[in-house]
């Protein structure tokens, strides 16, 4: 049974900083892209940054250049670093691996975590 287990999240003032994990399980880790979306209320989930086997790294505009994503096979782990974070950043944060498809589209994610509430306070 594949598990995704995001933590990390919390309560940050505008410009702090954040590190998202997500502990993945029961699947061949290390061959899946993983990803990461987030979801504000009453809004869709939206793409953030993905990560490929190879290291290779892709990031949404909107958070170009403040978040970083990076895995560790050995533990079956990715991480979202984020910096200079936003009010516009407050969303829950969901991690996924791509099954198959579009990295922008979440009917590509054939597994997803529950999620990790990041909230910004201005």
């Known amino acids: 049974q594949v598990q995704l287990v995001e933590s990390g999240g919390g309560l940050v003032q505008a410009g702090g900083t954040l590190r998202l994990s997500c502990a993945a399980s029961?699947?061949?880790?290390?061959?899946?892209?993983m990803c990461w979306f987030r979801q504000a209320p009453g809004k869709e989930r939206d793409f953030v940054s993905a990560?490929?086997?190879?290291?290779?790294?892709y990031y949404a505009d909107s958070v170009k250049g403040r978040v970083t994503i990076s895995r560790d096979n050995a533990k079956a782990t990715v991480y979202l670093q984020m910096n200079s974070l936003k009010p516009e950043d407050t969303a829950v944060y969901y991690c996924?691996?791509?099954?198959?498809?579009?990295?922008?589209?979440?009917?590509?994610?054939?597994?997803w975590g529950q999620g990790t509430q990041v909230t910004v306070s201005s």
């Open positions: 029961g699947l061949t880790f290390r061959r899946y892209t």
């Open positions: 990560i490929w086997w190879s290291g290779s790294t």
């Open positions: 996924a691996a791509l099954t198959g498809g579009s990295i922008y589209s979440t009917q590509s994610y054939g597994y």
